[in-house]
């Protein structure tokens, strides 16, 4: 008689481990009533470039800067990987070190951007009472907030001290800012310069302070969600990286993780673990704003006829 073998152990564990990561797929995306089958295309507001932008300028680093160390941690990661024999490792902390990256510091980039946002509305009010106490001139007014606007808004309202174009100096600021609420007070701004300016205090007093409250309140919301699925995730990526690090310190596994089959395996149970953490953020949104187009708003002041 001949006895049939069984598979190995090491397929046992990582399927087991794949079905429980499936089981968490598909119990979330019957919480979010999820239909592969109807899923409609959507069109990004936002392009990925544009999106890492934002996450370096939340950062108050340059665009070199950020692009270095994204650079740096994944040859790092690839390198680790090559350590280990295993080729598919290294492709995979290449992949976990370029994105993880942005995932470690998302919450530090959200807690600055919103304490400058918070430190820009009260510019504002400073910028108000200005020209509503004070009586002074939009354009005078602004220079004199660009030369001393504190730490946090120093980088921002930089080009607000500096001479020639008002309105370009007002753009420059949106545009460095890369933030919903700066970009809408800039374009309020710019909208003002050609009007009154008891238009503009009004605008302020009804529509950009409250309105301005208003959103800090709900970021301030999101970064709690956002912390709260931060910790979720840390805990499953460390749960799954100790299960794969006992198992390749086996020389008996990590041969079965160097051929085709237990590479394909790898790769299964890796893509359903990000598809779990992709359905975990689909829960816990966070708030996005609209963008505003400052030069557009520029053009159309400049040459309201064009």
Same mark, same amino acid.
């Given at each position: 008689?001949?006895s049939?073998?069984?598979p190995?152990e ?7 481990v794949?079905?429980i ?14 239909q ?31 692009i ?23 492709l ?9 990256v ?13 304490? #400058?946002e ?16 004070g ?30 174009? &008002?309105?370009?100096?007002? &753009? +420059? ?10 970009e ?30 208003? +959103?800090?309140? &709900? ?23 100790? #299960? ?16 085709? $089959?237990?590479?394909v ?6 893509? #359903? ?16 704003? $609209?963008?505003?187009n400052?030069r557009? &708003?520029?053009? +159309? ?6």
């Amino acid at each position: 008689m001949t006895s049939v073998a069984g598979p190995p152990e090491s397929v046992i564990l990582v399927a087991g481990v794949a079905l429980i990561v499936a089981c968490g797929c598909a119990g979330i995306a019957a919480i979010l009533g999820v239909q592969p089958l109807t899923r409609r295309a959507r069109r990004r507001t936002i392009p990925l470039l544009e999106h890492e932008k934002d996450v370096a300028a939340a950062l108050g680093w340059s665009w070199r800067r950020w692009i270095a160390l994204r650079a740096g941690v994944t040859t790092g990661g690839v390198f680790v990987g090559l350590a280990s024999q295993i080729w598919l490792l290294s492709l995979l902390l290449g992949a976990i070190a370029f994105f993880g990256v942005r995932f470690l510091v998302a919450g530090r980039a959200a807690r600055r951007r919103l304490r #400058m946002e918070r430190a820009f509305l009260v510019q504002l009010r400073a910028l108000r009472d200005r020209m509503a106490i004070g009586n002074q001139s939009l354009d005078s007014a602004l220079q004199e907030i660009g030369r001393n606007p504190g730490s946090d808004l120093a980088y921002v309202l930089e080009p607000w001290a500096q001479g020639g174009s &008002v309105t370009g100096n007002i &753009v +420059q600021s949106g545009l460095r800012s890369r933030s919903p609420l700066v970009e809408h007070a800039c374009a309020v701004l710019i909208w003002a310069r050609t009007r009154s300016l008891d238009g503009l205090i009004s605008a302020i007093d009804d529509v950009l302070i409250p309105v301005g409250e208003a +959103q800090l309140q &709900v970021e301030e919301e999101s970064l709690v969600t956002l912390t709260q699925q931060r910790a979720v995730t840390f805990a499953m990526s460390a749960l799954m990286a100790v #299960m794969f690090l006992s198992l390749v310190r086996v020389a008996t596994f990590r041969a079965y993780y160097a051929t085709f $089959t237990g590479t394909v395996v790898l790769l299964l149970a890796v893509a #359903m673990f990000f598809a779990l953490i992709a359905m975990l953020e689909r829960i816990a949104r966070t708030a996005r704003w $609209t963008r505003w187009n400052l030069r557009e &708003v520029q053009d +159309q002041e400049l040459h309201p006829h064009a």
